[in-house]
Nanobody, 126 residues
Framework: QVQLVESGGGLVQAGGSLRLSCAASGRTFSSYAMGWFRQAPGKEREFVAG????????YYVDSVKGRFTISGDNAKNTVSLQLNSLKPEDTAVYYC???????????????????WGQGTQVTVSS
């Protein structure tokens, strides 16, 4: 069984920054991809950013491009999300997720990953 634990959420003013971290434990081999999703109150969960370790590809939802950066360590199964220039509409619970087998970027963006964290709250005040 794999456990993902997120940290780094909090309350920040608009224009501020946060850094979210996620660590996976319970598997001895590396994941194929990891990603961040978010869910705001009353809204569906949406993809935010992903990283596919093979090739080091990163990809983002349009609304965060240029503001958020995903990075991580494949061997340690850790991933981080740097959130800059935060806006009130970024307020949500942010979830980390990991895939341990090959899948397409489309499937990852659709949320087809194997394990999920419990989430960390990010609140951006105006």
């Amino acid at each position: 069984q794999v456990q993902l634990v997120e940290s780094g959420g909090g309350l920040v003013q608009a224009g501020g920054s946060l850094r979210l971290s996620c660590a996976a434990s319970g598997r001895t081999f590396s994941s194929y991809a990891m990603g961040w999703f978010r869910q705001a109150p009353g809204k569906e969960r949406e993809f935010v950013a992903g990283i596919t370790w093979s090739g080091g590809y990163t990809y983002y939802v349009d609304s965060v491009k240029g503001r958020f950066t995903i990075s991580g360590d494949n061997a340690k199964n850790t991933v981080s999300l740097q959130l800059n220039s935060l806006k009130p509409e970024d307020t949500a619970v942010y979830y980390c997720a990991a895939a341990f087998s090959v899948r397409t970027r489309v499937r990852i963006i659709a949320g087809d990953l194997d394990y999920w964290g419990q989430g960390t709250q990010v609140t951006v005040s105006s």
